[in-house]
């Protein structure tokens, strides 16, 4: 198939997700559905089929989103908000190296919890430090080796493996996200909701209890898909794409002097100032186009018989979206195998979006988080990179970019030194 899709120049993972409809929206019961679902009966998003449970639950996410300010101004200020602490940490370590590795993934957990749950934790917080230890597991033993034993040998699933440890960080996971709950539904005001899981309630009371998918046990799930889907992948971008800046000192400073020139005197970026920084714009997309951060995505399985390119696919047949392979495909990219924004410029130098892009998949599955995934790494990027310039610590030895696999990738471990470059 990708041999065909070679020979006519075009995407195969993009016509293969976006096939008209839903023939490929649909999810086989497979070993992450089986792992995850240990311990609960139910799924919510992210690993649930195709039908009218998943259609109700995305809408409600995206329409319960939009109401808490994504595309507005509250998101940016929720955003703007965590940044305050990350910028504090990284000032304590002006001068010296710091590995990011963990305030990434507190950051990209806090702008989530804050719309989820209506609180942020503190970065010492024991319970932000278990959901992330849980979710960072997890990522990497369900599409790990052991998931594989699992999947493949029925008779060995109940044995003490390493992977009865996913079970066991979900169900402590599903604890925590029933405690919250509780406590909402303790101190909540019906029909004043301050935050999702308030507006989730309402819908459960709005809704009654006839045959409505809208139940307790799917709003745990709903919360660890959000909470989960919403941290390891906006980190692990954030974390390759310093990762990569702090390497390439000439593209870093490229970005710093074109974000300085558009923002004069403004105290911050808006998202809305990413259409006059095609340069950054391009170092956004690409840190993104490098980091693969979700390579397989989400297994997908055909929901009717179906054809593409001249290929005949069965019903019930397990689709695995490469997004990694479009997103490094010779012929699609100008420089497919190095770190270059150019793979995003024209030769005006204008922001481009090559079709072959599709880190949050494409087609009726595609990332619910999107808008608030972008936003998140523009006004990041560049409120550090105006206020920080980030350098490979000289004692480091040579970088090494191979990330480590998972249902997402991530960076191996690293340092960068910060140094200030503006105090206000
Ligand atoms: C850089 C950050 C992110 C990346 C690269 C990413 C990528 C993806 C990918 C590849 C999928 C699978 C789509 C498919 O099945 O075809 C997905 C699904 C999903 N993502 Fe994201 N994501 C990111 C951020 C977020 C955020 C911030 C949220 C939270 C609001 C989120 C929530 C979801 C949900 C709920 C789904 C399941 C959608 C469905 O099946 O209907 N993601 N994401």
Redesign the pocket.
């Known amino acids: 198939m990708l041999r065909s899709c070679k020979q006519e120049g075009k995407c195969c993972c993009r016509q293969c997700?976006d096939k008209p409809a839903t023939d490929i929206a649909g999810l086989l019961k497979s070993k992450n559905e089986e792992c995850l679902k240990q311990g609960t009966t139910r799924q919510c998003?992210?690993l649930v089929d195709y039908g009218s449970s998943?259609r109700d639950h995305?809408r409600f996410?995206l329409m319960t989103?939009r109401n808490f300010g994504l595309g507005k101004q509250s998101m940016e200020e929720r955003i703007y908000g965590e940044l305050s602490y990350v910028i504090a940490e990284l000032d304590q370590s002006v001068g010296k190296s710091m590995s990011p590795q963990t305030m990434f993934h507190n950051a990209a957990s806090n702008i989530?919890c804050t719309v989820l749950f209506g609180a942020r934790y503190e970065y010492n917080d024991e319970a932000l430090k278990i959901f992330i230890k849980l979710y960072t597991e997890n990522a990497k033993i369900t599409n790990g080796p052991w998931a594989m034993v699992y999947d493949t040998f029925p008779m060995v699933r109940s044995w003490p493996l390493p992977f009865q440890r996913a079970f066991e960080n979900a169900a402590i996971a599903q604890k925590m996200s029933m405690d919250l709950i509780n406590h909402h539904k303790k101190t909540r005001i019906p029909g004043q909701p301050r935050d999702f899981i308030d507006c989730y309630l309402d819908e459960m009371d709005k809704r009654g209890e006839d045959g409505s998918t809208f139940v307790e046990p799917q709003l745990m799930m709903y919360i660890l898909?959000?909470h989960f889907?919403?941290t390891d992948?906006?980190s692990n971008?954030l974390l390759t794409a310093f990762l990569y800046l702090s390497t390439h000192p000439d593209i870093q400073e490229k970005c710093y002097q074109e974000i300085e020139e558009v923002l004069e005197d403004k105290d911050q970026a808006c998202f809305e100032d990413r259409h006059r920084m095609p340069y950054t714009q391009a170092v956004v997309h690409e840190s993104?186009r490098i980091a693969n951060?979700?390579p397989l995505?989400?297994f997908?399985c055909t929901t009717k018989d179906t054809e593409l390119l001249g290929y005949h696919i069965p019903k019930g047949t397990l689709i695995v979206?490469n997004?990694g392979s479009a997103m490094r495909e010779e012929g699609q990219w100008k420089f497919p195998h190095e770190f270059n924004p150019s793979n995003f410029l024209n030769e005006q130098g204008e922001f481009e979006k090559p079709e072959a892009f599709m880190?949050?998949?494409v087609?009726p599955?595609?990332?619910?988080?999107?808008g608030?995934?972008r936003m998140e790494?523009f006004l990041i990027m560049v409120t550090l990179l105006r206020r920080f310039k980030f350098a490979w610590p000289e004692d480091a030895g040579d970088p090494d970019f191979t990330p480590v696999f998972g249902v997402t990738l991530t960076p191996k471990p690293y340092s960068m030194t910060v140094t200030l470059r503006r105090t206000e």
């Open positions: 997700c998003v992210i998943w995305r996410a989103l989530i898909d959000l889907a919403g992948t906006t971008t993104q951060t979700v995505s989400v997908h979206p997004l880190p949050f998949s087609g599955r595609v990332c619910l988080g999107e608030l995934a790494l």
